[in-house]
């Protein structure tokens, strides 16, 4: 048994970490990441778990860890891989975006530095973190997926079976390795989504090669957050996910933690399916889902990390959620604990972050 209060814990929550330090922060993955981070290391905190970090000098730096300033123009895998070689690191708590392959090289930079990794196997994170290759793992394994097909192979989109729905519902086009709601748009009109296809692969042909284009179902988004072992999988708590379409343009606002209550039995039943499909979902990971009009649930993505609700699990949970991951990944063992109440969870990068008891 691990002896939590002896614990000392690498955290790295990418973006507030430094790993855009030569670059400009996106105000909204900067916000969520900030929000994940102080979240995570107060509940490591509460448990008695020294933690260590680092923060882009851009950002305050976190208040229950020894934190390092990274400045831009300096090499964060340099300062990163220094904090890792310390023989009092124990484990290493990683929240970083699919985008580019940065969680698998998070998840390498560890596993060269010999420390274990709280959180999903190489081999989940590579196959949830591109949206094509996750869709047909899950869609061989029964799992209703959102269909999708490469943006640059549109021209046969009319032997499509779903493109004749889209003709009334619309079109959505976002990166295969995409986070949150970054780069994801609408078109209800068929000749905007054509110019934007030719536009896009003359301006950004890299880009273009990796834009998924999916019909717009309309439903209820939503989400859930997972806890899984070897053997079992427990959802913790269903979402209502704050999404809102401005100008053709996709953006997350927040979510209604567990106010989902009344569809865990189908998130658990589809939480199962997916850790069947993909076993190396270990610890905490979350997924996008969609409950069509015939209530039945459309799974659109997978998250082998942390997700946005965890920021207000804390409160409503029975036990801490930090303590419930390291259990599930250092222990093999599982809590049966689930969100007794909810809240709505208010994101806007013109405001401070409110989280209000329902």
């Given at each position: 048994m691990h002896n939590k209060s002896r614990?000392?814990?690498?955290?790295?929550?990418?973006?507030?970490?430094?790993?855009?330090?030569?670059?400009?922060?996106?105000?909204?993955?900067l916000q969520e990441g900030l929000l994940m981070r102080d979240a995570l290391l107060a509940?490591?905190?509460?448990?008695?778990?020294?933690?260590?970090?680092?923060?882009?000098s851009r950002v305050a730096a976190p208040i229950h860890a020894n934190s390092l300033p990274l400045h831009p123009g300096e090499d964060a895998d340099a300062l990163w891989r220094q904090q890792l070689s310390s023989d009092d690191v124990d484990a290493c708590w990683v929240i970083a975006p699919e985008t580019g392959g940065i969680l698998q090289h998070m998840q390498q930079l560890v596993q060269t530095a010999g420390k274990v990794w709280i959180g999903?196997?190489?081999?989940?994170?590579?196959?949830?973190?591109?949206?094509?290759?996750?869709?047909?793992?899950?869609?061989?394994?029964?799992?209703t997926v959102l269909p999708h097909v490469?943006?640059?192979?549109?021209?046969?989109?009319?032997?499509?079976?779903?493109?004749?729905?889209?003709t009334?519902?619309?079109?959505?086009?976002?990166?295969?390795?995409?986070?949150?709601?970054?780069?994801?748009?609408?078109?209800?009109?068929?000749?905007?989504?054509?110019?934007?296809?030719?536009?896009?692969?003359?301006e950004n042909p890299l880009l273009f090669a990796k834009i998924l284009l999916q019909p717009y179902v309309p439903g209820l988004a939503l989400s859930m957050s997972v806890l899984s072992t070897q053997e079992r999988v427990q959802v913790?708590?269903?979402?209502?996910?704050?999404?809102?379409?401005?100008?053709?343009?996709?953006?997350?606002?927040?979510?209604?933690?567990?106010?989902?209550?009344?569809y865990l039995p189908a998130m658990q039943t589809l939480a199962e399916q997916i850790h069947g499909a993909i076993p190396g979902l270990l610890g905490y990971w979350g997924a996008d889902m969609i409950l069509t009009p015939d209530?039945?649930?459309?799974?659109?993505?997978?998250?082998?990390?942390?997700?946005?609700?965890?920021?207000?699990?804390?409160?409503?949970?029975?036990?801490?959620?930090?303590?419930?991951?390291?259990?599930?990944?250092?222990?093999?063992?599982?809590?049966?604990?689930?969100?007794?109440?909810?809240?709505?969870?208010?994101?806007?990068?013109?405001?401070?972050?409110?989280?209000?008891?329902?």
């Open positions: 614990l000392k814990i690498w955290v790295c929550e990418y973006v507030s970490a430094g790993g855009l330090a030569s670059e400009t922060l996106p105000a909204s993955l509940d490591l905190s509460v448990l008695g778990v020294d933690c260590i970090t680092s923060h882009d999903c196997r190489a081999d989940a994170i590579a196959q949830t973190s591109a949206k094509s290759i996750m869709a047909e793992i899950c869609q061989q394994a029964g799992i490469f943006l640059a192979q549109a021209d046969a989109l009319e032997s499509l079976n779903w493109y004749y729905d889209a009334t519902t619309g079109w959505v086009v976002k990166p295969d390795d995409g986070a949150g709601c970054e780069f994801t748009y609408y078109f209800k009109n068929i000749n905007e989504l054509i110019d934007f296809k030719l536009k896009i692969s003359i913790i708590a269903g979402h209502r996910q704050r999404i809102d379409i401005q100008q053709g343009c996709f953006h997350f606002d927040g979510a209604g933690v567990n106010e989902a209550v009344a209530d039945q649930l459309m799974l659109v993505e997978v998250n082998p990390r942390l997700t946005t609700p965890y920021i207000a699990l804390s409160p409503l949970l029975t036990e801490n959620p930090a303590a419930m991951i390291l259990d599930a990944i250092l222990e093999n063992k599982l809590s049966t604990a689930q969100a007794q109440a909810s809240c709505t969870l208010s994101l806007s990068t013109k405001s401070r972050t409110e989280v209000l008891p329902a």
